[in-house]
């Protein structure tokens, strides 16, 4: 059987995953190598991550097989798979801190913003509005001075001594100056956007989505712009969506309803020079759809 390219259909789909496999690492490989990371230390955590994978394949039951069988599925001997097995499991996936769910309440709750949609100026102590009953309202095991002592240290917040009020910095949090935070946050969403894409892929669950749009040919006036409306769309969700999950965080509470189930919902925008052996008119299309002839 071949396809209209010509080959088989495995070949193909064996030379597209290479592709994609090279693209992802390629980035990998670039952040391991700003970070200092020897390739040894890599290969550890890709054979962990094949052994893990392996080993939640197993059917249930496995027992004494289960070495063999992993070895047999990842390709790395018996005493390789022994010896990870044997390790401490991965780290947990991190959990928002106090400071990061203050911030976020803060830039979605529709109580907390002026009439142009911006986040209000909060005095810090007080009834509501003020930091202190946002602070409290999202956690009382931590006093609210910490909290804003932390969103200061962040680059998020600023407080005047003058007036006493604390006011945002900025309306997305992207903590430059704290690189372990910003590393967690890159391992969570990314994590999530790739498990989204790989079970599509492997299509062993309902289909989630994980959709994009692209567009080409565009000036460097015309891609500030872009920026411009993908952040104000962002503000728009953001607005949107945190009271309305907020609410259903407060009725699943109320209900006694059992509630393990987590969502990570996201936003990207990736700006580069367009391909040098692209010379098609520029056009705007989604990236995961079929286009029309």
């Known amino acids: 059987m071949s396809t209209p390219g010509g080959g088989h259909p495995e070949g193909n789909a064996d030379s597209a995953l290479h592709r994609a496999l090279e693209r992802l690492m390629a980035e990998i490989a670039r952040l391991c190598l700003a970070r200092g990371m020897?390739?040894?230390?890599?290969?550890?955590?890709?054979?962990?991550?094949?052994?893990?994978?392996?080993?939640?394949?197993?059917?249930?039951?496995?027992?004494?097989?289960?070495?063999?069988r992993v070895s047999t599925a990842t390709g790395l001997n018996r005493r390789e798979v022994t010896r990870i097995s044997n390790q401490a499991g991965a780290p947990p996936a991190p959990r928002r801190s106090p400071a990061t769910q203050v911030f976020t309440r803060w830039v979605g709750s529709p109580l907390l913003r002026d009439a142009r949609g911006e986040p209000l100026p909060l005095k810090r102590q007080g009834p509501a509005p003020s930091f202190e009953a946002l602070a409290q309202s999202v956690t009382r095991d931590v006093h609210p001075r910490s909290l804003l002592d932390e969103l200061c240290r962040l680059g998020l917040a600023a407080l005047d001594e003058g007036t006493d009020t604390v006011r945002l910095l900025r309306d997305s949090f992207v903590p430059s100056e704290d690189q372990a935070r910003m590393l967690d946050f890159l391992g969570s969403n990314v994590g999530d956007h790739?498990?989204?894409?790989?079970?599509?892929?492997?299509?062993?669950?309902?289909?989630?989505?994980?959709?994009?749009?692209?567009?080409?040919?565009?000036?460097?006036?015309?891609?500030?712009?872009?920026?411009?409306?993908?952040?104000?769309?962002?503000?728009?969700?953001?607005?949107?969506?945190?009271?309305?999950?907020?609410?259903?965080?407060?009725?699943?509470?109320?209900?006694?309803?059992?509630?393990?189930?987590?969502?990570?919902?996201?936003?990207?925008?990736?700006?580069a020079d367009m391909d040098e052996r692209n010379d098609s008119a520029g056009h705007v299309a989604p990236d995961n759809e079929p286009e029309d002839d």
Not at 40 to 68: F, H, M, N, Q, T
Not at 227 to 251: E, F, G
């Open 38 to 68: 020897a390739f040894a230390d890599a290969e550890e955590l890709l054979k962990r991550a094949y052994v893990g994978a392996a080993r939640a394949a197993l059917p249930p039951g496995a027992g004494a097989r289960d070495i063999s």
């Open 194 to 271: 790739l498990a989204t894409a790989v079970g599509n892929v492997l299509g062993r669950e309902a289909s989630q989505l994980e959709q994009a749009i692209f567009a080409d040919e565009l000036s460097d006036e015309s891609l500030e712009r872009a920026r411009q409306l993908v952040a104000t769309q962002w503000k728009t969700m953001l607005a949107a969506l945190v009271p309305q999950l907020q609410a259903l965080i407060d009725a699943d509470r109320d209900a006694g309803r059992p509630a393990r189930k987590r969502i990570r919902i996201g936003l990207y925008s990736h700006q």
